[in-house]
């Protein structure tokens, strides 16, 4: 089964409600109407979105200096349960070389906060469907795990 393009979704919206009328409406203001509906959607919220792993999102020195915050992020929570650890080390701020994309570093910043909106899953989808997999949004965990089934 093919995946609709925009204009034969906005067609078919008389018979799916008016919130996928507003949906296809505001894709269609955000590009051709002849791209697929789910092309649309990555189009739209992969730049609002970052991937779920870290090898995803970090460069090879990126992943070392995530390393050194995850050492620092133990010794905190041993600290915060009350245990000696004695000098908790400053860690490294990230850069934007840091990260795969300018859009990752655009989302998380040199203190690698957890500001985007969206999730992504690479490489989630099936080896027989070549439609990319729109970003998902945060939310309940059983939302989230939805998206890779």
């Known amino acids: 089964m093919r995946d ?8 078919a919206t008389g018979w799916r409600g ?3 009328a507003d949906l296809v409406g505001v894709l269609a203001l955000r590009g051709p109407a002849r791209r697929p509906v789910s092309e649309s959607l990555v189009r739209l919220l992969e730049p609002q979105a970052v991937p779920f792993l870290a090898a995803y999102q970090y460069t090879d020195p ?9 050492q620092t992020w133990v010794l905190q929570r041993s600290e915060d349960a009350g245990e000696h ?9 990230h850069t ?20 985007e909106g969206f999730i ?11 439609t990319p ?15 890779l089934l």
């Open 4 to 11: 609709l393009t925009v204009a034969e979704e906005r067609r």
């Open 18 to 20: 008016a919130r996928d």
């Open 62 to 70: 990126g992943l070392r200096k995530r390393e050194a915050w995850e």
């Open 85 to 93: 650890v004695g000098t908790v080390p400053v860690t490294p701020k």
């Open 96 to 115: 934007s070389a840091d990260y795969r994309k300018a859009s990752y570093w655009q989302a998380r910043g040199k203190l690698d906060v957890l500001k």
């Open 120 to 130: 992504l899953y690479p490489d989630a989808g099936r080896d027989t469907d070549p």
């Open 133 to 147: 997999q729109p970003p998902v949004g945060e939310g309940p965990l059983l939302r989230r795990c939805a998206a």
